[in-house]
């Protein structure tokens, strides 16, 4: 067995990562305290776009085992997990997670846990997609109206500054609102 590293992520600061590295060394990996990579930062962030995954990648090499307590650590959508176990199993690194019984997701059968994670996601992708269109139609049909709410005062301020000729610049200052917020009720009058 190559060198062993640990990926433990939580999402918000006031979490630690404690937990994840025992949960590893109590499995029977050996993980140097160096190599015990931690971050804190969304599992909706590609594993591409993190800092510390980043600084990881660098460091594996071809015979290396990555090992992670749950999927979720690696991200939370399942397409994005399979690029990333794919792509380092291209690299020759072995991928185990505790949660699916220690199963080195390059291996065969973890190959085939996650074809079967991800048809599961799909699935449930596909659902939430077919319950908010329906939602959507309902709430048309109900007369409801869609869409972020018009900001009355914001727009009425916006468009008196502007009738009093001050650039939108000028009103983003005045009003304390950004400009894009200007930009949007800059050309439409109605209230």
């Not at 460091?59 to 399942?78: H, I, P």
């Not at 176990?85 to 220690?102: N, W």
């Given at each position: 067995m190559g060198r062993v590293f640990a990926y433990c992520r939580v999402s918000t600061a006031d979490q630690t990562t404690a937990n994840q590295l025992h949960e590893i060394t109590a499995a029977g990996f050996a993980v140097e305290a160096h190599r015990a990579i931690e971050e804190?930062?969304?599992?909706?962030?590609?594993?591409?776009?993190?800092?510390?995954?980043?600084?990881?990648?660098?460091?594996?090499?071809?015979?290396?085992?990555?090992?992670?307590?749950?999927?979720?650590?690696?991200?939370?959508?399942?397409?994005?997990?399979?690029?990333?176990?794919?792509?380092?199993?291209?690299?020759?690194?072995?991928?185990?997670?505790?949660?699916?019984?220690?199963?080195?997701l390059t291996s065969p059968a973890g190959k085939m846990t996650m074809q079967v994670i991800?048809?599961?996601?799909?699935?449930?992708?596909?659902?939430l997609i077919e319950r908010t269109q329906s939602g959507l139609a309902r709430a048309k049909a109900d007369g409801t109206k869609l869409g972020r709410p018009v900001a009355i005062e914001t727009r009425a301020s916006v468009q008196e500054l502007k009738e009093q000729k001050f650039s939108q610049s000028q009103v983003a200052a005045k009003l304390g609102i950004s400009l894009p917020t200007v930009k949007r009720h800059w050309k439409i009058k109605e209230y």
């Open positions: 804190v930062i969304s599992g909706s962030v590609e594993a591409k776009q993190r800092k510390g995954w980043n600084r990881l990648i660098e460091r594996l090499e071809s015979g290396d085992v990555l090992v992670v307590t749950k999927l979720d650590r690696l991200g939370r959508n399942a397409m994005d997990v399979r690029s990333t176990v794919e792509d380092l199993a291209g690299k020759g690194i072995r991928v185990h997670c505790l949660a699916l019984g220690g199963v080195d991800s048809a599961v996601a799909e699935f449930e992708r596909d659902l």
